[in-house]
């Protein structure tokens, strides 16, 4: 249940901005729709929609991988290349496809903390441009449409993590093995904002949004939308100044539950989006 007061905080500090129109539904919801571009400074795109459209345009805007390498924190190593496409793929044209592949034999533990057991293959990108909240570029917005797995087991994220340090973290999309999807901002290990947001069929296609707005010399605060609805603004203590990755990536256990499923995972995208304003 949204706190109205909450809310309305939010509303107000939105309209001095003059950044995100706000419109009040029959219901008496609070619907936010996307930063005014006209009354903020220019827009420019850091990442297109068009960018699942094919391995070239792919290519062009994302690496493969995380971007520290093929492991993370669950039990799924990634693998994909410009010549392996058994993971990380497009079809149709317009929609990435993340397949997580059970695997029968011992290939070792994971490089990173838990240090699991690999039990899949799975696939991972992240954009080759950062998001960088200062002067110059105050604002930025991150977007993208996903059919997201939520069997037990499946860990599917749409996230920002600190390029060079952890944290800063945002969290747009994440699921863990259920079907509630978790808007999380890391300011420390221990100091955590998380907003959980029970998400009706999200194996269907869904909008998953942020909108990362500098407030001080040193602070963000972060809107947090699913399906074009407002859902949760927190602030992002100490993130201006910090680069921070965008990731897009299918995990498995940890945080999810184990065992995870037999057959073929598949985490689809399309039409995702990032974008700033420069001062």
Not at 28 to 38: H, K
Not at 251 to 274: D, F, H, K, W
């Amino acid at each position: 249940m949204v706190n109205p007061e909450v809310v309305e905080m939010g509303v107000r500090r939105r309209l001095a901005f003059g950044l995100l129109p706000v419109l009040v539904a029959a219901t008496g919801l609070l619907v936010a729709g996307p930063p005014d571009r006209a009354g903020a400074a220019a827009w420019e795109t850091l990442v297109d929609p068009a960018s699942f459209q094919d391995r070239n345009a792919l290519m062009a805007e994302w690496n493969f991988l995380y971007p520290w390498g093929s492991d993370h924190n669950g039990s799924a190593r990634m693998y994909a290349s410009a010549t392996d496409s058994n993971h990380v793929y497009l079809s149709p044209a317009g929609q990435l496809n993340l397949k997580a592949t059970r695997i029968t034999w011992d290939e070792g533990t994971s490089s990173s903390s838990p240090y699991l057991p690999i039990r899949y293959h799975s696939g991972a990108i992240h954009a080759k441009d950062q998001i960088l909240v200062n002067d110059q570029f105050p604002n930025y917005e991150v977007r993208g449409e996903f059919q997201a797995p939520s069997a037990r087991g499946t860990w599917p994220a749409f996230w920002l993590t600190g390029a060079w340090s952890w944290p800063p973290e945002s969290d747009i999309l994440e699921y863990k093995g259920d079907s509630r999807n978790w808007f999380n901002t890391f300011r420390t290990s221990s100091d955590v904002s998380s907003t959980i947001v029970n998400v009706s069929s999200p194996g269907s296609w869904h909008e998953y949004r942020v909108w990362l707005a500098k407030v001080n010399a040193t602070d963000v605060d972060i809107h947090y939308y699913l399906d074009g609805q407002w859902r949760a603004q927190h602030r992002a203590t100490g993130f201006v100044g910090k680069p921070m990755w965008v990731i897009i990536n299918l995990q498995m256990e940890g945080s999810a539950g184990s065992p995870g499923p037999t057959a073929e995972t598949l985490y689809r995208a399309r039409n995702v989006y990032i974008g700033r304003t420069r001062n």
